[in-house]
């Protein structure tokens, strides 16, 4: 897939017109073409051979969660305000206080100024 031509006491190896890379190394590939993840941004990763946000495949993280892609992988997180597994489900800790009036002492406390009813949650 390369072309090689001779030189006088040498030759060199070129990519075909329209493809790019090392014909040794790398091989020859299609601009924005991948043979692994180092080929790609940090936030992409090399999936069927084309740099992909892997974030953008269906079923990475859980409901309501967060996918950010750090070194070629997705990560998952809780969005501010909320709590759970963010590979499974995520929950909102706030809400209105008319949720809770009449407060019940013993059934809520606080996170960082926001009232939670831990027998709702």
Sequence with gaps: MY????A???FACVCP???VGDPFKTGCKQPGDCFTDSDCPNSAACIDNRCTNPCDAPGICGRNAECLA????PICRCPGQTTGNP???I???SFKFSKILPFNIDTIFCINIIVIDILNL
């Design 3 to 6: 072309r090689c031509q001779n």
């Design 8 to 10: 006088e006491g040498s």
């Design 17 to 19: 017109h329209g493809l």
């Design 70 to 73: 750090r070194d070629h992988v």
């Design 87 to 89: 590979a499974v489900s």
């Design 91 to 93: 929950k909102n800790l």
